[in-house]
């Protein structure tokens, strides 16, 4: 998937997107790890958001980990990036604020591989709209796929299966699962 023109120190944005469960994550710190061993300079980033599994990594559901800086929002990045870096990763890219969309792009024309993983849609479907913004400016997309928990069919839809309505609900398997098509059901709208 790494393209020829690494060789160029040419930059680009890669996206890994899709529901609740589908191996973002996975696939990130796969990603990051096949970087290291090519001996790339390599720096993460999550979210402070993103505390369901402690700060100062990045974990699967699976129990994978890297180490990770959490900062509290997009405008944090940009500082600490250091400028030998060539790979710059980021979780969670839906925890953060539209600054997330010019900071990948930056990082890019400056010549870095950025790896941004995130969910596409919310729990009631409905598109972040960084990530949108992400998934159209990347030059490569992967959307990934869960196992749907009531039927096993490719799930896409993240279903919260709380009461809540705030739009961001950290969570793991007590708050969301993952669902397809027919066994999503659409909760009702914000207050
Ligand atoms: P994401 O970052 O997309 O939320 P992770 O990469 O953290 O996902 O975790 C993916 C892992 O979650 C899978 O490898 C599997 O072990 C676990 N998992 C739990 N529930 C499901 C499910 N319904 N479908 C697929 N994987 C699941
Ligand atoms: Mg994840
Ligand atoms: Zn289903």
């Given at each position: 998937?790494?393209?020829?023109?690494?060789?160029?120190?040419?930059?680009?944005?890669?996206?890994?997107?899709?529901?609740?469960?589908?191996?973002?994550?996975?696939?990130?710190?796969?990603?990051?790890?096949?970087?290291?061993?090519?001996?790339?300079?390599?720096?993460?980033?999550?979210?402070?958001?993103?505390?369901?599994?402690?700060?100062?990594?990045?974990?699967?559901?699976?129990?994978n980990?890297?180490?990770?800086?959490?900062?509290?929002?997009?405008?944090?990045?940009?500082p600490?990036?250091?400028?030998?870096?060539?790979?710059v990763?980021?979780?969670?890219?839906?925890?953060?604020?539209?600054?997330?969309?010019?900071?990948?792009?930056?990082?890019?024309?400056?010549?870095?591989?950025?790896?941004?993983?995130?969910?596409?849609?919310?729990?009631?479907?409905?598109?972040?709209?960084?990530?949108?913004?992400?998934?159209?400016?990347?030059?490569?997309?992967?959307?990934?796929?869960?196992?749907?928990?009531?039927?096993?069919?490719?799930?896409?839809?993240?279903?919260?299966?709380t009461?809540?309505?705030?739009?961001?609900?950290?969570?793991?398997?007590?708050?969301?699962?993952?669902?397809?098509?027919?066994?999503?059901?659409?909760?009702?709208?914000?207050?």
């Open positions: 998937m790494t393209p020829n023109f690494i060789l160029k120190k040419q930059g680009w944005i890669e996206v890994i997107c899709g529901c609740m469960f589908s191996g973002k994550t996975e696939e990130l710190i796969r990603r990051v790890r096949t970087a290291l061993i090519a001996k790339q300079k390599v720096q993460l980033f999550n979210s402070r958001l993103d505390t369901r599994y402690g700060i100062g990594s990045i974990i699967s559901h699976n129990q980990k890297v180490d990770a800086l959490c900062v509290k929002n997009s405008a944090e990045i940009l600490l990036v250091k400028k030998d870096t060539q790979v990763a980021i979780d969670e890219a839906n925890f953060f604020d539209k600054g997330i969309v010019a900071v990948c792009d930056t990082l890019a024309n400056q010549g870095k591989r950025v790896i941004v993983a995130g969910l596409d849609t919310d729990y009631r479907a409905e598109p972040f709209e960084q990530m949108a913004a992400l998934l159209a400016k990347a030059e490569f997309v992967t959307k990934n796929h869960a196992v749907c928990t009531k039927c096993g069919n490719p799930a896409a839809f993240s279903q919260r299966i009461k809540d309505t705030k739009r961001i609900i950290v969570g793991t398997t007590d708050a969301y699962q993952a669902r397809c098509r027919r066994c999503y059901r659409k909760p009702k709208e914000d207050k």
